[in-house]
């Protein structure tokens, strides 16, 4: 099967998944507490004014922002922009979401960045050296490293980064994008909780693949131990670890969600908190959406990536086909 072939296949498949995502985030916004008028409305919040009078202009500004419209309307409505590449006005600033998402993406991408690179420079070595040193002291360390990593949840290992690191010893700012010790303290939270996931990912599938035949036959050949490991063996490993990249991917943009709240990051997760916190409708659909197609796009290039690497799926679907 060609790659064009299969790429139309996905995007086939695809587009009724994020149908249905769009419905349910749409439906279910729907069940929160909490009207996004009078939200607005107490925003601008006016002492003189009494209790009539903010039930009259939530209801004038229920009906500008069209939630007056029956449920259908309202998701056809929002339906039609979105295949028109508009997706939408936020209620509370009044300006479209792409450009204001467009400000944002910069610093959410530059932190998933930099937690991406300190997870590889954890779990490649962690997760190597506990599969080398099997069952050895090496190999505990790492595990408990690693079980302490996916235990410890990501804004409490924040709040101890910070406690040591910027308010003992002074090292790094807390606040804020600037220079690049502004990322330290949010990319090493971000990063190390996934890190202890793809370490022990790592550990496991490298103890696999050194039980096969050709991984005993290369050492009965005298290999030194490194060619044994980074040549033949680690190749193969990584093949569940590429597999399982785009749950990576994933974990970093939603994990910046609550780090960027942690630390003021201005990306993306914390312009989403705050429409949260507002009632914003337009902006938490838009989001919903972005991140599907995110996990969308990047479980095809997946998909790509694995057929690039192991021949074995090419060769099985040659059969079938």
Same mark, same amino acid.
């Given at each position: 099967m060609s790659i064009f072939k299969y790429l139309l296949i996905r995007i086939a498949v695809t587009l009724p998944v994020l149908l249905g995502v769009t419905l349910l985030i749409f439906s279910l916004l729907r069940f929160i507490p909490g009207d996004p008028a009078q939200m607005i409305l107490l925003t601008m919040f006016?002492?003189?004014?009494?209790?009539?009078?903010?039930?009259?202009?939530?209801?004038?500004?229920?009906?500008?922002?069209?939630?007056?419209?029956?449920?259908?309307?309202?998701?056809?409505?929002?339906?039609?922009?979105?295949?028109?590449?508009?997706?939408?006005?936020?209620?509370?600033? $009044?300006? @479209?979401? =792409?450009? !204001? *998402?467009?400000? $944002?993406? @910069?610093? =959410?991408? !530059? *932190?998933?960045?930099?937690?991406?690179?300190?997870?590889?420079?954890?779990?490649?070595?962690s997760g190597i050296a506990g599969a080398v040193f099997h069952r050895r002291?090496?190999?505990?360390?790492?595990?408990?490293?690693?079980?302490?990593?996916?235990?410890?949840?990501?804004?409490?290992?924040g709040l101890v980064l910070v406690y040591c690191l910027s308010y003992l010893l002074g090292w790094f700012p807390t606040l804020g994008r600037g220079s690049w010790q502004h990322l330290v303290l949010p990319a090493l939270t971000l990063g190390t909780g996934l890190a202890a996931t793809t370490s022990r990912l790592l550990r496991t599938s490298l103890l696999e693949v050194f039980s096969k035949r050709y991984m005993v036959l290369a050492e009965a050949k005298g290999l030194p131990r490194s060619v044994i490991v980074y040549k033949h063996a680690l190749r193969n490993a990584l093949i569940p670890v590429i597999t399982s990249f785009g749950m990576i991917i994933g974990g970093l943009l939603g994990g910046a969600v609550i780090i960027e709240?942690?630390?003021?990051?201005?990306?993306?997760?914390?312009?989403?908190?705050?429409?949260i916190n507002g009632r914003d409708y337009p902006v938490i659909q838009a989001f919903a959406l972005l991140m599907a197609v995110t996990y969308v796009m990047i479980n095809v290039l997946i998909d790509i990536i694995y057929r690039w690497i192991d021949p074995r799926v090419r060769i099985e679907e040659g059969t079938h086909g």
């Open positions: 006016d002492p003189g004014a009494t209790v009539t009078d903010l039930d009259v202009d939530a209801a004038i500004l229920r009906k500008q922002l069209g939630l007056d419209q029956p449920f259908a309307i309202q998701y056809l409505t929002w339906l039609k922009e979105v295949v028109s590449g508009n997706l939408g006005t936020s209620f509370r600033s $009044r300006t @479209p979401i =792409t450009e !204001e *998402l467009w400000v $944002r993406i @910069p610093a =959410t991408l !530059e *932190l998933a960045g930099a937690a991406l690179v300190v997870m590889l420079v954890i779990a490649l070595p002291p090496t190999d505990h360390i790492t595990r408990f490293i690693a079980l302490m990593g996916v235990s410890v949840p990501n804004f409490f290992l709240t942690v630390f003021s990051w201005p990306g993306i997760g914390r312009y989403v908190v705050d429409a």
